[in-house]
């Protein structure tokens, strides 16, 4: 990542500040609460923002909605999956609410996006409308 | 090493927090206005002008003038 990279990336996000949506405007909200902080190195904490923010692109695309718990900064937040449907947890909550680091967010998104599109494209799973009944037929 | 701007980032986060108590009352919006102007090499009191532009908008109280002795600590 360049200088003149990070600046392009901060310009199309106060270019679309209007567009983002509650999460993102917390999201931007807590990336900038995280680079106040002496002790992080900014480097981390933007790329862990767009991490989360990729993510969350993703996520949504699949009708699945992530909860954020902020802890000062990404790294070291705990999240949990929701399936914006239905409004039930689909992963992160136990052992307690907000258990995934973003690391396994990652995953887990993934791991649902690619079992959905899969749902989506077979005859037997066709009645697994929703990332929450996916499981069942896995 | 971080990049001069997300250095920049940093470093208009801090500032921005020291002139507020909470980044929070201040919101997102505003916030990013402030590090955005910094970021493309205005002055801090350009900054701080963009910053108060929405947070009048939105009815908020702006922030409190420069004192002189602080001016261009971000540049």
Known sequence: ?138 | MENTSISTAKQAASRLESLVSKLDDVGFEAIFAFTFALLQGKSEEQAIAACNKILIADGKAPLPPLHPAKKEIVS
């Not at chain 1, 199309?12 to 931007?28: C, F, M, P, S, T």
């Open chain 1, 1 to 138: 990542m360049n200088d003149e990279t990070t600046v392009d990336e901060f310009a199309e996000i106060y270019e679309n500040i209007h567009k983002l949506d509650a999460d993102e405007q917390g999201d931007v909200l807590d990336t900038m609460r995280a680079l106040a902080r002496d002790d992080l190195d900014g480097s981390t904490v933007i790329n862990d923002a767009i991490r989360l923010a990729k993510t969350r692109r993703v996520a949504a695309k699949h009708g699945i909605k992530i909860g954020k718990r902020f802890n000062g900064t990404f790294g070291e937040s705990g999240f949990m999956l929701i399936d914006a449907m239905n409004n039930t947890v689909l992963s992160g909550a136990e052992p307690v609410a907000y258990s995934l680091s973003l690391d396994e967010l990652e995953v887990e998104v993934q791991a649902y996006a690619a079992l959905l599109d899969l749902a989506n494209g077979e005859t037997i799973v066709a009645t697994a409308r929703t990332a929450s009944e996916a499981p069942l037929i896995r």
